[in-house]
């Protein structure tokens, strides 16, 4: 019997914690990875400028291009790209990982077309004001440049010798009326005149129905929960890193500061459906304080027990799947320190939403991105 795969395990076991299953932790975690993409994007443009903006945003996704493109030659046994069909077959992986439906509808020697019939990002964007989304689906398309651009450069470090040139004549988050993404991908060799596969006048959200997308359309890619599930609660916690580093590397000064505001967007939200989740009227004890805590970080995959004491409560968590990714990738101590400072932040932001910061006392005792075994976060309410 073959061993189960690291990555699957490591979901199950945190789907269990958070008190879910593989299926409901791929729906969820999907909906967060983009809703965390676009508040990167929001952050990141006031932040920085709106050039710096853009550019460290899309480094962003040419980062993940770069681990998608790795993945593809490892599934596919690659160990060069000789032509533009390998490139092409290994685009489409990269797509269809997001997830994405994206079907090929040529691929020869000189020209690759495919058409994005489905993308989770607008298909799981988050709600917000109506011209911030459609400022921000604008820079979308433009980022599918950037991502397939990132790709090729891949390729061309793995024995790619022609040049690739790159068009998208229509992208769904961008064209309200577009019933595809068209990715074409030329050599110098093709015709640029010939005639492109016709995209068919055909919303296949219609054909959803009340199906959940994702699982309607790993149906389609003939993929499984347990295949995509891991790749999406696991790319979460790799775009928060992307991201952090991305200030880290650029703006070191700054860095904890713009993350810290990046987080400090889901306390407002999070913390009202906390109080009408667990009906709270008003929050006034250790105890509530606490248990809104938990619920908010519950939001960021993170599962904490509370036990309170009269004046005083305390959250305890057994795994922290920031910092346990964060090992996966190696990545450097400094984002371990940025999530503490940042955990710290995010905590006391909670209580200002729920007009407890002046009442209570927060401290962090431990926390398992200093090396702890748990985090423990004590509260006390005067």
Known sequence: MAAKDPALQFTEAHAQALNTNVKGLLVDSLKSLFGHVYYIWRTFKPALGYDDGIKYYGNVWAALAKMGFDGAMAKFGLKEV???????????????????????????????????LWCANPGYGPADNTYCRHDYYRQEVYLTYVY?????EEAKKAGLKEDILVEL???????????????????????????????ENKFIDLEMGKQEPVLYVLKKQKRSVEEQTPATFIGFFVVDLTAWAQLFTNVKSKAQEIYNDLWSVFPPMWAKDARLDLEIGRVK??????????YCMKKKYIAYDVSANGK???????????????????????????LVKADEDFVANVLK??????????????????????????????
Request: proline fraction near 5%.
């Open 82 to 116: 000789k032509d533009l069909p390998t490139f092409g077959k290994i685009v489409q992986d990269c797509f269809t990982g997001v997830p994405a439906l994206y079907v090929t509808k040529r691929n020869t020697q000189s020209e690759h077309v495919g058409h994005v």
């Open 148 to 152: 397939i651009w990132a790709l090729i």
């Open 169 to 199: 004549p229509s992208g769904r988050c961008r064209d309200g009326a577009a019933c595809a993404c068209q990715i074409i991908l030329r050599t110098r060799a093709a015709d640029p005149d010939r005639h492109l596969p016709e995209v």
């Open 285 to 294: 004890t250790a105890k509530e304080c606490a248990d809104v805590i938990a």
């Open 312 to 338: 005083t409560a305390v959250l305890t968590a057994a795994a922290d799947p920031f910092v346990q990714v964060a090992d996966m990738v190696q990545a450097p101590k400094q984002y371990k320190d940025a």
């Open 353 to 382: 939403e729920v007009k407890m910061s002046k009442k209570a006392t927060v401290k962090i005792k431990s926390h398992i991105a200093k090396g702890a075994d748990t985090t423990v976060i004590e509260i006390t309410v005067k």
